[in-house]
């Protein structure tokens, strides 16, 4: 294989019923960052089915260049038929790189492809970056052993270099309407005799899903909170300051709430404005998911605990008893305005 044949970096675009996904955006956020560095353009693969109008939207968010794969057999995603598609990609314009959103389509998508053009994958990454030296390779970090470390992972010897990361890691670019790309109908041979699964009927959860992703401040308890009927604090705070509740692993397995709610390694990476962490220890597995947030404040009684090494506040006291009382300031507050 001739590296130097290789250039440029490719993002997923991941769309559903004709919606971009924000991991996309955020990867493309990320991708033009190490452009910068390698001089080369980014270019958005958006694949499905009557989504050519969402190409617009993606160089407004700063692709180079979107390549638009758009057949009726791509409606609906299906593993064979996308991983056909994403091979043609690659086959024709060669990128150095390739990001994936660490969703439940592209944790599907980005193995398969990776096995086709026998190359490596570097799951869950929370950090990309190009090395320093002169042979510019693309230095995966990711959490390894449990989060008990983190592990930078580099490809020297094979194209491309492909990662997937999750949702909220990275930081998507200001929208800009006036941003100039070219956008390219990309067609391929679609091999319709492998398509062995078809898609009968489609049913959505209609249970109402919480995206603590989105929030702008996050009141989130840990297992120090104690029990369900504990939370019930956490959410009067939450209430009264217009924030979401959320939790640590141990809460969730604990069965305190839902594992939508859940934040960290396992769960979901958030980066709100505000993040309350109330009887969190401060595990890495959950610090990986938070520590991007922009003012962390930490209720724990243990005064040792790792959680105060990365907050910006720290209380040392019952996060129980400090959270009922504040929710009972938090009321008279609001009451008197």
């Known amino acids: 294989m001739n590296l130097s044949d290789y250039k440029g970096i490719v993002v ?35 694949i499905g089915s009557e989504i050519e109008g969402l190409a617009k939207e993606l160089v407004a968010y700063g692709a180079d260049k979107v390549l638009v794969i758009d057949k009726p057999e791509l409606k609906i995603y299906g593993t064979e038929a996308y991983a056909q598609a994403f091979k043609a990609i690659i086959d024709a314009k060669k990128p150095e790189i390739v990001l994936f959103g660490a969703t439940t389509i592209g944790r599907d998508l980005a193995p398969r492809v990776s096995s086709r053009m026998v190359c490596g994958l570097t799951a869950d ?27 930078t992972i580099i490809s020297p010897n094979h ?17 800009d309407d006036s941003r100039k790309g070219e956008i390219e109908k990309f067609d391929f041979n679609l091999d319709k005799s492998k398509l062995k699964v078809k898609v009968l009927e489609v049913v959505k959860e209609t249970k109402n899903k919480v995206d603590i992703s989105e929030a702008k401040i996050l009141v989130s308890g840990g297992r120090g909170i104690g029990s369900a009927e504990n939370f019930k604090n956490l959410e009067t705070v939450a209430q009264e300051i217009g924030a ?26 958030v980066r709100p404005d505000v993040y309350f962490a109330c009887g969190i220890s401060g595990a890495i597995q959950h610090v990986a998911g938070m520590e991007e947030s922009e003012y962390i404040v930490a209720i724990n009684k243990d005064e040792g605990a790792p959680i105060f090494d990365i907050a910006d506040l720290g209380i040392v006291g019952d996060a129980n008893k400090i959270a009922a009382l504040l929710g009972e300031e938090l009321k008279k507050i609001n009451a008197n305005k």
Request: aromatic share 4%; glycine share 8%.
């Open 12 to 46: 997923f675009a991941e769309q559903r019923d004709g919606q971009l996904q924000k991991v996309g955006i955020e990867l493309i956020g990320k991708a033009k960052e190490l452009a910068s560095k390698l001089d080369v353009p980014v270019t958005a693969a958006l």
């Open 125 to 151: 990454c929370t950090k990309l970056e190009i090395s320093d030296d002169e042979f510019k390779r693309l230095e995966m970090t990711r959490p390894a052993f449990g989060g008990n470390l983190m592990a």
């Open 159 to 175: 194209r491309p270099q492909m990662s997937t990361v999750r949702p909220g890691v990275m930081q998507k670019l200001e929208k």
């Open 244 to 269: 979401i509740v959320s939790a640590s692993r141990a809460a969730v397995d604990a069965g305190y709430i839902e594992h939508d709610r859940q934040v960290g390694q396992t769960g979901k990476t």
